[in-house]
């Protein structure tokens, strides 16, 4: 659940909140196979017998979803170490919009969350553009951890997507992870059928493939699914292959929409 811009820059988006090692490609969890998935969703909408929904699967984002907001976990980290925010913004500016340029080469936010590059490797490149306000330098060691300490999870996402899942319907994660380490797996089987994290299979949001791939862990169609995601390109991809695609901005929005989708009271 890593990362964020403060004030009015727009936010990264990743993973969960410890410093990881590098991680192995390959490694998306499914938790039940596509075979089982693919057999009729429990009760996947209770207006009767005989309909058939529109949309039979849910895939989410991770931080800043499922998560307190980044820029508020993020704000008490600069608060907390006295790093000059200025600074930090100004960087993390020119590396978002160029994250999310197609034509970019050589950002370091690719090479992290497709797991080109170590968390020690990104840290020390981060580390190297801050200040503290005091003009010392900030510590690239476990930076990414002391980053993401204050986030907390979402309660009102993880009851809502826990209800999706034990409906019968099937639910994935798909997050930009800027590590693997710190997400909390153990509850993710009462909560999704398929985890992908972007460093463990080398690909990233917004790419197309990567949708394709979670998508087809939980044995569906994009057009069958609805995206989560609070980050305004990731959502433009998710529609532009034929997903629902909803902009997370606050979880009584994103839960109350949800119920309206799947036809669920879910708040």
């Known amino acids: 659940m ?12 990743h993973a969960a909140p410890t410093v990881p090692r590098r991680a192995s490609r390959g490694r998306s969890l499914k938790v039940r196979s596509v075979d089982e998935l693919r057999r009729p969703a429990a009760r996947t909408q209770p207006h009767g017998p005989g309909v058939t929904p529109a949309f039979r699967g849910v895939i989410t984002d991770w931080g800043g979803v499922m998560t307190s907001p980044i820029r508020d976990t993020v704000q008490v980290w600069l608060d907390s170490e006295g790093i000059d925010r200025d600074t930090y913004a100004a960087v993390m500016k020119l590396w978002v919009v160029t994250a999310y340029d197609p034509a970019a080469d050589g950002n370091p936010v690719h090479a992290l969350e497709r797991g080109e590059i170590t968390s020690d490797e990104f840290e020390r490149l981060l580390a190297a553009k801050l ?18 300490a204050a986030s907390m999870p979402c309660d009102p996402m993880y009851a809502a997507i826990t209800a999706l899942h034990a409906e019968g319907l099937r639910t994935c994660l798909l997050s930009n992870s800027w590590g693997s380490d710190g997400y909390p797996r153990e509850v993710f089987g009462g909560m999704y059928h398929a985890v992908v994290i972007s460093a463990e299979v080398g ?6 493939r990567i949708f394709r791939h979670a998508a087809g862990l939980i044995g569906l169609a994009p057009g069958e ?3 989560i995601d609070d980050m305004e390109a990731n959502v433009q991809a998710a529609e532009a292959m034929g997903m629902h695609a ?6 009584e929005a994103t839960v109350r929409a949800l119920g309206e989708l799947f036809g669920m009271s879910l708040g």
């Open 2 to 13: 890593r990362t964020g811009l403060v004030g009015s820059l727009p936010l990264l988006r």
């Open 131 to 148: 200040v503290r306000r005091d003009g010392g330098q900030v510590l690239p060691e476990g930076l990414l951890s002391r980053m993401f």
């Open 203 to 208: 690909m990233r949001k917004p790419e197309e």
């Open 225 to 227: 699914c609805v995206f």
């Open 246 to 251: 909803v902009l997370h901005t606050e979880p």
